[in-house]
C-alpha cells in the first residue's frame, strides 16, 4: 500500500524567510503532483513532476522530486501572507493504469506578518 | 471552459435519508473521481471512471454508497441511507489521458447529516 507523508503537519512562517515542505513516499512512483487549498475552497493544480531530478518553479514556489529518494520538497522562497493556505502532495503508482492518486495529508501554511 | 461542475454546493439532510450529489466533467476529459474530504481521514479517492467506466471503486466506504457515470458528461454519487459520519465535503475530479494526467477539481458539495 503506498503511503504519503508530508512534514511539517503545519508551518508557521514569517514574512520574507524560506521554508520547506517535504513528501515522501513508500513505493516507486512516476508522477508528483502539488496542490493547494485555500480555506473553504478546492484544490488547485500548482506542479506536476514527471522525472527524477524535475524541478518547477512559479513565483515564490520551487517544487523538486527525486524519485530515488522517494521525496519532493516544496521550496517557499520570502514567504508572503497570500501563500497562506494547505498544501498537498499526490503520488501515483509506478505501473497503475490510470491516475488513481493518493494525497499526503496536507501542511497547513500561515504567514504571518 | 467552466471547469468541473459540482451540485450542489451544499447539502443539509437527516440521517436515513437518501442523498444524490452531482458532478460534470471539464469537457474532453476521460476520466472522473470521487474525493471525500474530513478532518479526520484527509483527502480518500472513493471511486474513478474511465470512459464511463468504474475503474477502480475500492475507496467506496460502504454498500451505501453508489457511483454512476451514464455518460461522458455527467457523474453521480448517491448515498442511501446516509449517516451523521458521511458529513464531508465531497470532491469531484476529472483529467485528461495525456502524459501529464493532471487532475481538475471541482468545487465541492459539503455534506451535512444530522
Known amino acids: 500500500e503506498l503511503k504519503v507523508e508530508q512534514n511539517p503537519l503545519f508551518l508557521s512562517m514569517q514574512e520574507g524567510k524560506n521554508y520547506t515542505i517535504y513528501c515522501n513516499y513508500s513505493?516507486?512512483?512516476?508522477?508528483l503532483y502539488w496542490y493547494r487549498q485555500d480555506p473553504g475552497k478546492s484544490l488547485e493544480s500548482l506542479f506536476v513532476?514527471?522525472?527524477?531530478?524535475a524541478v518547477k518553479q512559479e513565483g515564490r514556489l520551487m517544487a523538486s522530486l527525486d524519485t530515488k529518494a522517494r521525496l519532493s520538497t516544496l521550496h517557499i522562497t520570502a514567504a508572503v501572507h497570500d501563500l497562506s493556505a494547505t498544501y498537498f502532495c499526490?503520488?501515483?503508482?509506478?505501473?497503475?493504469?490510470?491516475?488513481?492518486?493518493?494525497f499526503g495529508g496536507g501542511t497547513r501554511v500561515l504567514v504571518k506578518p | 471552459d467552466a471547469g468541473v461542475i459540482q451540485s450542489p454546493r451544499h447539502e443539509v439532510t437527516e440521517m436515513g435519508q437518501e442523498v444524490t450529489l452531482r458532478c460534470k466533467p471539464i469537457s474532453g476529459h476521460d476520466y472522473l473521481f470521487w474525493y471525500r474530504q474530513t478532518m479526520m481521514r484527509g483527502l480518500e479517492l472513493l471511486i474513478y471512471?474511465?470512459?464511463?467506466?468504474?475503474?477502480?471503486d475500492s475507496g467506496m466506504p460502504e454498500d451505501r454508497f453508489s457511483a454512476k457515470m451514464p455518460n461522458a458528461s455527467f457523474s453521480t454519487l448517491k448515498i442511501q441511507p446516509s449517516e451523521p459520519r458521511d458529513s464531508a465535503v465531497y470532491f469531484c475530479?476529472?483529467?485528461?489521458?495525456?502524459?501529464?494526467?493532471?487532475?481538475?477539481f471541482g468545487p465541492g458539495t459539503r455534506l451535512t447529516v444530522t
Open positions: 513505493t516507486t512512483s512516476d508522477r
Open positions: 471512471f474511465n470512459n464511463n467506466v468504474p475503474i477502480d
Open positions: 475530479a476529472s483529467s485528461f489521458r495525456d502524459r501529464v494526467f493532471e487532475q481538475y
Open positions: 513532476l514527471l522525472s527524477n531530478g
Open positions: 499526490a503520488v501515483r503508482i509506478l505501473g497503475t493504469a490510470g491516475n488513481k492518486l493518493t
